[in-house]
Nanobody, 114 residues
Framework: QVQLVESGGGLVQAGESLRLSCAASGRILNIGAMGWYRQAPGNERELVADITSGGRTTYADSVTGRFTISRDNAKNTIYLQMNSLKPEDTAVYYC????????WGQGTQVTVSS
């Protein structure tokens, strides 16, 4: 089993920044890619960014150039630096980790006011 704990969400104004963190514990040796997803009310959960164990990254078009995902394998933690936030970034953000199955964190709310 893998446990994921997110932190760093909150309420900000448009144009401001937030940094999310996700710490993994448990059977972490089996973790491959990790990532961030988000889900806004009435919408499906969507990929924001992910990062492989080797550091290769993927971003959604909507966040490219504004968000940066990073990974500290020594701390078993990933981060999502979110700059130039927009109201449409408002959502619950979920951390994800892949082993032979997918694991999810409990989610952290990000609200961007205009």
């Amino acid at each position: 089993q893998v446990q994921l704990v997110e932190s760093g969400g909150g309420l900000v104004q448009a144009g401001e920044s937030l940094r999310l963190s996700c710490a993994a514990s448990g059977r972490i040796l089996n973790i491959g890619a990790m990532g961030w997803y988000r889900q806004a009310p009435g919408n499906e959960r969507e990929l924001v960014a992910d990062i492989t164990s080797g550091g290769r990254t993927t971003y959604a078009d909507s966040v490219t150039g504004r968000f940066t995902i990073s990974r500290d394998n020594a701390k078993n933690t990933i981060y999502l630096q979110m700059n130039s936030l927009k109201p449409e970034d408002t959502a619950v953000y979920y951390c994800n980790a892949e082993t032979w199955r997918q694991y999810w964190g409990q989610g952290t709310q990000v609200t961007v006011s205009s």
